[in-house]
C-alpha cells in the first residue's frame, strides 16, 4: 500500500491507532521517505490556420468524432521517443487534456473558422450532417532519432463517411513532422502547434476537395 492511500486509511481507525498510525507518518516524513508534490506545468498546443482562399464553400454540414488512440496515446502525458524502440513522458510537464481531445477541438476550431461548411459539429450534438469525419491518432509525440533535439510527429488517420449508406467516401492518413528548436517543453510546445496546424488545414482542404466530389456524384 502507498504512503498517500496509508494515510487515507488511518482515518477509518479508532482514535489510539490513528495517533499511532500518524506518529508513524510523520516520522516518515522526517526521515524523507514520503513522496514530494512536484510542480507539473501544463501545455495546450493552440495552433492558427490560415484560411486558402482556393478552399470551395460546402452547403453540407459536417460532424466530426473524436479520435481513438491507444492506451500510451489517450493521455495527457507528453510522449518522448529517447530512441528507438522506447517510449517515455516528460517529467513535470502534461497537455492540458487527453491528446485526442486537444487534436479533435484543434480540427473543430480549424473546421468552424473556415467558413466554408453549412455546419460543423461534434457526435451527439443533435445536428444531421452529411458526412462524419472518423479520427484515430497514431502518432502524437516528440522523437529524438538519436539527434541533438527532438522532432514532433503527428499522424492521424482519417475516413470520410456518407451517413446516408455509411459509406467510407475517402480514407487518407495525415502527417506532420516538425522540428523542434530546442530541447525544453515550451519550444517543443510551438512545434505541436505548428505540426497541428499543418495536419489540421491539409485536412480542411482534404474534407472539402472529397465532400464535393462526392456530392457532385449524387451519393
Given at each position: 500500500?502507498?504512503?498517500?492511500?496509508?494515510?487515507?486509511?488511518?482515518?477509518?481507525?479508532h482514535?489510539p491507532?490513528?495517533?499511532?498510525?500518524?506518529?508513524?507518518?510523520?516520522?516518515?516524513?522526517?526521515?524523507?521517505?514520503?513522496?514530494k508534490?512536484?510542480?507539473?506545468?501544463?501545455?495546450?498546443?493552440?495552433?492558427?490556420?490560415?484560411?486558402?482562399?482556393?478552399?470551395?464553400?460546402?452547403?453540407?454540414?459536417l460532424?466530426?468524432a473524436?479520435p481513438?488512440a491507444?492506451?500510451?496515446?489517450?493521455?495527457?502525458?507528453?510522449l518522448?521517443r529517447?530512441?528507438?524502440?522506447?517510449?517515455?513522458?516528460y517529467?513535470?510537464?502534461a497537455?492540458?487534456?487527453?491528446?485526442?481531445d486537444?487534436?479533435h477541438?484543434?480540427?473543430?476550431?480549424a473546421?468552424?473558422?473556415s467558413?466554408?461548411?453549412?455546419?460543423?459539429?461534434r457526435?451527439?450534438?443533435?445536428?444531421?450532417?452529411?458526412?462524419?469525419?472518423l479520427?484515430?491518432?497514431?502518432?502524437?509525440e516528440?522523437?529524438?532519432?538519436?539527434?541533438?533535439?527532438?522532432?514532433?510527429?503527428?499522424?492521424?488517420?482519417?475516413r470520410?463517411?456518407?451517413?446516408?449508406?455509411?459509406r467510407?467516401?475517402?480514407s487518407?492518413v495525415?502527417e506532420?513532422?516538425?522540428p523542434a528548436?530546442?530541447?525544453?517543453?515550451?519550444?517543443?510546445n510551438?512545434?505541436?502547434e505548428?505540426?497541428?496546424?499543418?495536419?489540421?488545414?491539409?485536412?480542411?482542404?482534404?474534407?472539402?476537395?472529397?465532400?464535393?466530389?462526392?456530392?457532385d456524384?449524387?451519393?
Amino acid at each position: 500500500m502507498s504512503p498517500s492511500r496509508r494515510s487515507s486509511a488511518s482515518i477509518r481507525l479508532h482514535a489510539p491507532l490513528r495517533l499511532a498510525a500518524l506518529s508513524a507518518l510523520l516520522a516518515l516524513g522526517g526521515c524523507g521517505l514520503l513522496p514530494k508534490n512536484e510542480p507539473i506545468a501544463l501545455y495546450r498546443p493552440e495552433p492558427r490556420v490560415a484560411i486558402d482562399a482556393a478552399w470551395p464553400k460546402a452547403d453540407w454540414q459536417l460532424q466530426i468524432a473524436r479520435p481513438v488512440a491507444d492506451a500510451s496515446s489517450d493521455s495527457a502525458r507528453i510522449l518522448v521517443r529517447p530512441r528507438a524502440g522506447e517510449l517515455q513522458v516528460y517529467k513535470g510537464a502534461a497537455w492540458t487534456q487527453p491528446a485526442p481531445d486537444i487534436v479533435h477541438d484543434a480540427l473543430m476550431r480549424a473546421f468552424i473558422d473556415s467558413g466554408r461548411f453549412a455546419g460543423v459539429a461534434r457526435r451527439g450534438e443533435g445536428v444531421s450532417p452529411r458526412y462524419e469525419l472518423l479520427l484515430d491518432l497514431r502518432r502524437f509525440e516528440s522523437d529524438y532519432a538519436d539527434a541533438g533535439t527532438p522532432t514532433v510527429r503527428i499522424a492521424v488517420g482519417a475516413r470520410l463517411v456518407h451517413n446516408a449508406d455509411n459509406r467510407i467516401v475517402a480514407s487518407r492518413v495525415f502527417e506532420a513532422d516538425v522540428p523542434a528548436e530546442g530541447t525544453d517543453v515550451p519550444r517543443i510546445n510551438r512545434a505541436f502547434e505548428q505540426g497541428l496546424g499543418d495536419v489540421s488545414a491539409a485536412m480542411v482542404g482534404w474534407v472539402l476537395a472529397e465532400g464535393g466530389r462526392s456530392s457532385d456524384r449524387g451519393r
